[in-house]
């Protein structure tokens, strides 16, 4: 009897647990970016490279013939929205882009959408977004650190990595733009 309350306590506090959490990222300052990474919250938690968009499609695709001279296309929505069975008819290049990412959510697909699918070439196009704090905060050297270790991975299974300028982006969107001249400089 003397233990009832706290055991009631304990099975309260217990209960009220198991309720889902409301994640709170912290601000940016910039209250659009705040908003865009709010309602990115699932895929940073669930799927941070976003490993489900190729899965099928990884699978489905051949290993390449001896002779093909497959090349991966590597990066962000500049990436994504290149259509190149319409600009490179009957070439065995792939696009493995996704709107949005960063290098670190690079770097967590690239064995899947690179390395398993045997290319000669890698074209990465990437750094935009990191630039612009997507995934939160990037400082210019881990950026740098994350190019470094595609391109590690790329020479350690025997393929060449080809790296695209940083694009200079302006406020295309009424979102507030914080891909600033300078740290776009500094990563090309």
Known sequence: MRHQPVIRAALILLAL????????????GHPSLDQYRASRIAVFTDDFGELARYRAANAALKPPAPDENRVIFFGDSITDMWKLQDYFAGKPYINRGISGQTTPQMLVRFRRDVINLRPRV???????????????????????????????????????????????????????????????????
């Open 122 to 188: 890698a074209v990465i196009l990437a750094g935009t977004n990191d630039i612009a704090g997507n995934t939160g905060p990037m400082r210019l050297e881990d950026i740098e650190a994350n190019y470094a270790s595609m391109a590690e991975l790329g020479r350690a299974n025997e393929i060449k990595v080809v790296f695209s300028s940083v694009l200079p982006v302006h406020n295309y969107t009424r979102r507030i733009c914080l891909r600033s001249g300078r740290r776009t400089r500094f990563c090309n």
């Open 17 to 28: 647990s198991a309720y889902p959490q409301q994640v709170t990222l912290p601000s940016t």
